[in-house]
């Protein structure tokens, strides 16, 4: 069993930065691609942006391009989503996800979800 849990989410203002992190546990960290996605209110769950095992390939959402920046450290076993130029239109419930070997982007492609933690932006 893979478990994942999220932290760093808070309340910010609009142009402020929040760095959230996924803790990973059960198995082979560097085994599974990784990815966040968020959620806000009465929205369904949309794609931010996935890494490869390695670290090296990276995947951004249209929104977040050029303001957020995935990374991994496969020996602390963590990923980290380090989002700059907040704007109220981020505020969600952000959630990590692990898909085994492959980059995915889609939902349903991944085999394990964290509970998710809330990013607030404010005006």
């Known amino acids: 069993q893979v478990q994942l849990v999220e932290s760093g989410g808070g309340l910010v203002q609009a142009g402020g930065s929040l760095r959230l992190s996924c803790a990973v546990s059960g198995r082979t960290f560097s085994s599974y691609a990784m990815g966040w996605f968020r959620q806000a209110p009465g929205k369904e769950r949309e794609f931010v942006g996935a890494?490869?095992?390695?670290?090296?390939?990276?995947y951004y959402s249209d929104s977040v391009k050029g303001r957020f920046t995935i990374s991994r450290d496969n020996v602390k076993n963590a990923m980290y989503l380090q989002m700059n130029s907040l704007k109220p239109e981020d505020t969600a419930v952000y959630y990590c996800?692990?898909?085994?070997?492959?980059?995915?982007?889609?939902?349903?492609?991944?085999?394990?979800w964290g509970q998710g933690t809330q990013v607030t932006v404010s005006t």
């Open positions: 890494i490869a095992r390695s670290g090296r390939d990276t």
């Open positions: 996800a692990a898909h085994f070997l492959v980059t995915a982007i889609l939902q349903a492609e991944y085999d394990y």
